[in-house]
């Protein structure tokens, strides 16, 4: 059986998911996908690939949050104030 992180690192080297799609796909809170992120870009360093981040952008204007570190969603655009935030996604490259 493949731990939680092995098992994120198996689909994100398949395709990109967001983090709604990895708790869903290993029923796990969005939460706990997050902080297991954050060591899945450490194992995979050592393996010479990386998590590669496609950053959250605005549905309203395009804004893109490109120097955001954190994993999680943005809630607000800081641009037009709009709330309809497309998540960021992930993918083992
Ligand atoms: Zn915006």
Known sequence: MPTIRQQIIDLLTQE????????????????E????????????????????VYPATCAECGFTFKDRKRLTK???CPKCRSQRIQSPRYRVV
């Open 16 to 31: 990109s998911h967001d983090v709604r799609e990895l708790s869903q796909a290993l029923r796990i809170s969005e939460k």
């Open 74 to 76: 943005p809630s607000r």
């Open 33 to 52: 996908v997050a902080s297991h992120l954050d060591h899945v870009n450490k194992s995979v360093a050592s393996q010479k690939r990386k998590l590669q």
